[in-house]
């Protein structure tokens, strides 16, 4: 078949390079540069064995002070959106014991997928991407935080990964950068299969690699809407854009947050809402045991840390404030003094180089993937993967050549 991908993020880029593994003609489309979105400037991180949804039970507890604390890493700023309002209440909603371990177990389904997905790309074009497995310590403050920490790691235990938790000190023996933070710690949940990478390389070497194997790509082209086609089925008939109507036999939509408008006017409603992240990449010093090269998360802060070659990503906070893509000075610095406070000597934070992405996120975080009960069969739907998106592409994007191969039902 002839497969139009409509997006050049990860997700898009990774459903286009199994497609055309599986011998389907593909066009890709995009306003921007592969990875210009969300994708870019992200977490790093390949967080296969530790996933707990953002739409847990703790979050009642901490509701107060992530609202209204000036330092908190969420921020919400009501719009004149019934979007972002139906999706508060539904992520609301989505926060309790139930809905969490049932989203775990399918998330980490999807995961184990993508990890096979994701080593059989390297081995196929082999990307230049700083490309690390040196695992994965995810910190907490308090002994009531790390308790609720033994609890999701007993949960993914018995859904297949391998984890434990550790003392401070055992802490700083896996990552010795921890040596000048080992007094701010409780514990930590230790991964060792976890990974990291530079995702914008990853987009880049993929365009490459499937430039050179016949996948045509348009950027910088704008995609208004759908021709449909005659008859009762009533299928998409080509994908109108700036640049004309593209015609094609399937559709596979990975426009992230911007998939909610589109999916609107096909009439699927998709439950795709941004939350608004920012990140730093400084250069490191290179003396041992001065910056990590294990992956860190800061529960407390909700901050991310990944090594990639000489670089180190520093990424977290979510804000839904709808799709306002400036950078607060305040919110880097925020960034900046994680990272002189977590790791003191890892830089010298002389070039911060500061990005805003808008991760595509549903309530309770988990990606929408295939067809739609309401949308034309031919046209599949891969969004939605909040700060999942790096780690669950290549899980995703088997799914999709899955779905594209079975007959749509006709209900």
Not at 117 to 138: H, R, Y
Not at 208 to 225: E, I, K, Q, S, T
Not at 268 to 289: E, F, H, Q, R
Not at 325 to 346: G, M
């Amino acid at each position: 078949m002839h497969v139009c991908v409509l997006g050049a993020g990860i997700v898009g880029l990774a459903t286009a390079w199994q497609l055309e593994r599986q011998g389907h003609q593909v066009t890709v489309i995009d306003r921007a540069a592969p990875g210009a979105g969300a994708s870019g400037g992200n977490g790093a991180q390949l967080s296969y064995s530790y996933v707990q949804p953002l739409a847990d039970p703790s979050i009642w507890t901490q509701l107060p002070k992530l609202l209204f604390s000036p330092t908190s890493p969420l921020k919400l700023r009501p719009q004149l959106d019934p979007l972002q309002w139906r999706w508060g209440l539904a992520f609301l909603a989505a926060c309790n014991a139930a809905t969490s371990r049932d989203t775990t177990a399918q998330l980490l389904a999807l995961a184990a997928a993508s990890r096979t997905g994701f080593e059989a790309m390297q081995a196929d074009i082999a990307p230049d991407c700083d490309f690390s497995a040196t695992g994965k310590l995810v910190l907490y403050a308090s002994a009531a935080s790390l308790e609720g920490a033994s609890a999701q790691v007993a949960l993914q235990r018995t859904l297949g990964s391998e984890q434990r938790i550790v003392t401070p000190d055992e802490c700083v023996a896996i990552e010795p950068a921890l040596a000048d933070y080992r007094g701010q710690m409780a514990g930590a949940v230790h991964t060792p299969s976890e990974c990291a990478a530079d995702c914008l390389k990853v987009c880049a070497e993929l365009m490459r690699a499937l430039n050179a194997r016949g996948v045509r790509f348009m950027l910088g082209v704008d995609v208004h809407g759908f021709a449909r086609s005659e008859g009762h089925e009533g299928g998409v008939a080509a994908v109108q854009t700036s640049e004309g109507d593209i015609e094609a036999d399937a559709f596979v939509m990975a426009l992230g947050s911007a998939s909610h408008k589109l999916g609107r006017a096909l009439g699927a409603y998709l439950p795709v809402y941004p939350l608004k992240g920012y990140s730093i990449t400084v250069d490191v010093d290179p003396a041992p045991g001065a910056a990590p090269r294990v992956n860190v998360t800061d529960s407390a802060r909700k901050v991310v840390f990944a090594r990639i070659g000489s670089r180190l990503r520093v990424a977290g906070m979510a804000e839904l404030v709808g799709h306002d893509a400036s950078i607060p000075a305040t919110r880097i610095e925020t960034l900046a003094d994680a990272t002189r406070a977590v790791f003191p000597r890892a830089s010298r934070l002389a070039e911060l180089h500061p990005w805003t992405g808008m991760r595509p996120a549903t309530p309770k975080g988990l990606p929408i993937i295939g067809r739609l009960a309401h949308a034309p069969s031919n046209m599949l739907f891969n969004t939605g993967h909040g700060a999942l998106g790096f780690t669950l592409a290549f899980g995703s994007a088997q799914r999709i050549a899955q779905a594209l191969d079975a007959a749509p039902s006709r209900s």
